[in-house]
């Protein structure tokens, strides 16, 4: 059994990094608004994606939790397959929103079950203490290949077309989906035994009734909706003032530091504490954000990637490891889902916001807006911190 579970962590970390290598990652905003021709569609087409994730989210995590995080995770991968293709054939806005509609779909399947999984499998090696390390080492290198995979595109779009990425981006999701059927479940699941409302019922109390779980979970919802979105529209922030190549090549530094983040997080925890390193580095990051745009330069715009990628990264590895002490075992891919879809609507509304009130007060006066907004993730931080240590 441990020898599966040793293999399985391993064979995560590959796919992870194949699912990471999405060479077009960095310009998806901007190939979403050039196909559908406006700001406000381009990010109505990235909040279908969030949408379509909350649609799928509960019944992803349940399905998890009753027939295996093996079959999960192959589900995951060929829907992100079958996602990358729409958008790789897209001419217009209806191919677009077929893909966002699948790219949301296999981000529900893994939220929750593959943290879930790599949990579980640290529990038979009884190194459950060690999830932040493990754990962020594998987040850690999909932010690798993101900036591997960027650097890749940032040179197939300047010599060729945005196309051309996505395609590469194409051929590495159909060879995680292959890696994937050799995944092993490490425990025994019983479909039959699963009542959905039961389950969704036992998760919803846990929530209501754990306080510093409940507000946790509300820093990580306003953080993964908001504040992804807000990442989202950067993309448009910077294409304002740079050329489509180097807004890709941004996406590089922000991959490169985030993953750098993630992989010492356990360490910076470590040393400054779970307080300054989930809330006073998020003060300041929204503080060096707004400064940075109210510059508007190329070399402002780089600051504000390496600053922001490092908050990012720990906030997303400390704040998972914080969360998952408090799931219920038998529940963890479920709970997950339930904080995973509330961030996915939260993120489809605020996108949809973002390009609405863009097209009135203009890129810049947005960014400075959202920064204010996302003070919100530190302020329920810190509450579940106080009160989980009460």
Same mark, same amino acid.
């Given at each position: 059994?441990?020898?599966?579970?040793?293999?399985?962590?391993?064979?995560?970390?590959?796919?992870?990094?194949?699912?990471?290598?999405? +060479?077009?990652?960095?310009?998806?905003?901007?190939?979403?608004?050039?196909?559908?021709?406006?700001?406000?569609?381009?990010?109505?087409?990235?909040?279908?994606?969030?949408?379509? =994730?909350?649609?799928?989210?509960?019944?992803?995590?349940?399905?998890?939790? +009753?027939?295996?995080?093996?079959?999960?995770?192959?589900?995951?991968?060929?829907?992100?397959?079958?996602?990358?293709?729409?958008?790789?054939?897209?001419?217009?806005?209806?191919?677009?929103?077929?893909?966002?509609?699948?790219?949301?779909?296999?981000?529900?399947?893994?939220?929750?079950?593959?943290?879930?999984?790599?949990?579980?499998?640290?529990?038979?090696?009884?190194?459950?203490?060690?999830?932040?390390?493990?754990?962020?080492?594998?987040?850690?290198?999909?932010?690798?290949?993101?900036?591997? =995979?960027?650097?890749?595109?940032?040179?197939?779009?300047?010599?060729?077309?945005?196309?051309?990425?996505?395609?590469?981006?194409?051929? =590495?999701?159909?060879?995680?989906?292959?890696?994937?059927?050799?995944?092993?479940?490490?425990?025994?699941?019983?479909?039959?035994?699963?009542?959905?409302?039961?389950?969704?019922?036992?998760?919803?109390?846990?929530?209501?009734?754990?306080?510093?779980?409940?507000?946790?979970?509300?820093?990580?919802?306003?953080?993964?909706?908001?504040?992804?979105?807000?990442?989202?529209?950067?993309?448009?922030?910077?294409?304002?003032?740079?050329?489509?190549?180097?807004?890709?090549?941004?996406?590089?530094?922000?991959?490169?530091? @985030?993953?750098?983040?993630?992989?010492?997080?356990?360490?910076?925890?470590?040393?400054?504490?779970?307080?300054?390193?989930?809330?006073?580095?998020?003060?300041?990051?929204?503080?060096?954000?707004?400064?940075?745009?109210?510059?508007?330069?190329?070399?402002?715009?780089?600051?504000?990637?390496?600053?922001?990628?490092?908050?990012?990264?720990?906030?997303?590895?400390?704040?998972?490891?914080?969360?998952?002490?408090?799931?219920?075992?038998?529940?963890?891919?479920?709970?997950?889902?339930?904080?995973?879809?509330?961030? @996915?609507?939260?993120?489809?509304?605020?996108?949809?916001?973002?390009?609405?009130?863009?097209?009135?007060?203009?890129?810049?006066?947005?960014?400075?807006?959202?920064?204010?907004?996302?003070?919100?993730?530190?302020?329920?931080?810190?509450?579940?911190?106080?009160?989980?240590?009460?």
């Amino acid at each position: 059994m441990t020898t599966t579970a040793d293999r399985n962590i391993r064979l995560l970390n590959i796919l992870t990094s194949l699912y990471g290598f999405r +060479a077009f990652e960095g310009v998806l905003a901007v190939y979403f608004a050039t196909i559908s021709g406006s700001f406000a569609l381009g990010m109505t087409v990235l909040a279908v994606i969030n949408l379509s =994730a909350s649609f799928f989210e509960i019944p992803t995590g349940v399905l998890s939790d +009753a027939i295996g995080r093996k079959k999960t995770a192959i589900l995951h991968y060929l829907a992100s397959t079958l996602s990358i293709l729409f958008v790789y054939i897209a001419k217009d806005t209806t191919f677009l929103i077929i893909g966002a509609v699948l790219m949301g779909l296999s981000m529900a399947l893994k939220s929750g079950a593959l943290s879930a999984f790599v949990y579980e499998n640290l529990e038979v090696l009884n190194k459950t203490d060690q999830f932040k390390r493990v754990e962020g080492r594998r987040l850690a290198l999909m932010r690798y290949a993101l900036m591997t =995979a960027g650097l890749c595109g940032t040179l197939l779009i300047y010599f060729y077309t945005i196309q051309t990425a996505i395609l590469l981006t194409l051929i =590495a999701s159909a060879l995680a989906l292959l890696l994937s059927l050799f995944l092993k479940d490490i425990r025994v699941y019983t479909p039959d035994s699963t009542n959905v409302y039961s389950d969704l019922k036992r998760a919803w109390n846990l929530f209501a009734d754990n306080r510093a779980l409940r507000n946790l979970s509300l820093g990580r919802i306003i953080s993964r909706g908001a504040g992804n979105a807000e990442y989202r529209f950067r993309a448009l922030f910077f294409s304002a003032i740079m050329p489509e190549w180097l807004v890709n090549l941004l996406g590089i530094i922000n991959n490169l530091f @985030s993953g750098v983040a993630m992989h010492t997080t356990h360490w910076i925890v470590e040393r400054i504490g779970i307080v300054r390193s989930l809330v006073h580095m998020e003060i300041l990051d929204r503080i060096l954000t707004s400064v940075f745009v109210a510059i508007n330069t190329v070399t402002s715009g780089v600051l504000m990637s390496i600053t922001s990628s490092i908050t990012y990264g720990t906030r997303e590895i400390a704040s998972e490891d914080l969360l998952q002490e408090h799931y219920e075992k038998t529940q963890r891919a479920t709970m997950g889902s339930l904080v995973g879809l509330t961030g @996915s609507l939260l993120y489809g509304i605020v996108a949809i916001l973002l390009g609405l009130v863009t097209d009135e007060i203009g890129l810049m006066n947005t960014m400075l807006l959202m920064q204010g907004v996302l003070l919100l993730t530190p302020f329920f931080f810190y509450r579940g911190i106080r009160l989980a240590r009460s």
